[in-house]
């Protein structure tokens, strides 16, 4: 782990950001293993480590804390728990479990979240979308295909967030849209890892549109099957 402190002269914010970065590097730690189950924080430690306050360590254990990674144990410290306790469907764990030597592992359970999920919730959205909401997913479907065939991938995983978040929101499944950021992070870090092929394959791009298209017509058996197929192309992307 690397010391850090606020600059002197840093702009004003600079010290909301900073307690972030400190989050972000432990959490990361625990996630690559460099911070092993068991293994003992302090807050005095941590305080000499980053130059930073009492406080303001104690508002960042506090973070990690509601995020089971670590735990305060009386008399010992600040201990770190073991994967199969933390929050694994917080975003920020997820990012940290994507970038570590876990990632492999990450997507696979992910994509598995997804098929569960996603083509059930394409169903229901065939079902319950509104008129503006299946307008919407069939031109986000329509857009997806020119940004692919571009190559415009930056432009094309926004739109890919937006069209499955829709997705998701047009199912009437509160459950189902309380994962939109699960799904947005699992997105998000095939791009920016560099998993994602500079040009979607034609099978990818013909299922999104196919699933908003039936989404749009109502025809919740083909909006379904094509999210299912789309889903099984990620997955064997993945492996």
């Not at 010992?76 to 970038?99: A, F, S």
């Not at 926004?158 to 849209?177: K, R, Y």
Request: charged share 25%.
């Amino acid at each position: 782990m690397t010391s850090q402190s606020v600059p002197a002269g840093s702009p004003p914010g600079a010290a909301a950001v900073f307690p972030t970065r400190i989050i972000d590097a432990l959490g990361q730690d625990i996630a690559d293993g460099v911070l092993p189950e068991g293994a003992r924080l302090t807050i005095e430690g941590l305080q000499q480590q980053f130059g930073v306050s009492r406080t303001v360590v104690r508002d960042c254990m506090r973070v990690l804390e509601s995020m089971n990674l670590i735990v305060p144990k009386r008399r010992i410290g600040l201990v770190v728990q073991g994967p199969e306790r933390w929050n694994v469907y917080d975003p920020r764990v997820i990012r940290w479990r994507l970038h570590g030597p876990g990632r492999a592992d990450q997507f696979r359970s992910l994509t598995h979240l997804r098929r569960a999920v996603e083509p059930v919730a394409a169903a229901l959205a065939a079902r319950h979308a509104s008129g503006a909401q299946r307008l919407r997913i069939a031109a986000l479907g329509e857009d997806l295909r020119r940004l692919g065939e571009a190559g415009l991938l930056e432009e094309f995983l926004d739109v890919d967030i937006e069209f499955h978040t829709l997705v998701l929101e047009a199912s009437g499944n509160e459950m189902f849209l309380a994962l939109r950021e699960v799904i947005a992070e699992v997105l998000a870090g095939r791009t920016q890892q560099g998993l994602m092929p500079h040009n979607p394959k034609e099978h990818a791009l013909q299922a999104h549109e196919q699933v908003a298209f039936a989404i749009r017509d109502g025809d919740a058996a083909a909006a379904e099957a094509c999210m299912e197929s789309l889903l099984a192309e990620v997955s064997e992307a993945i492996d």
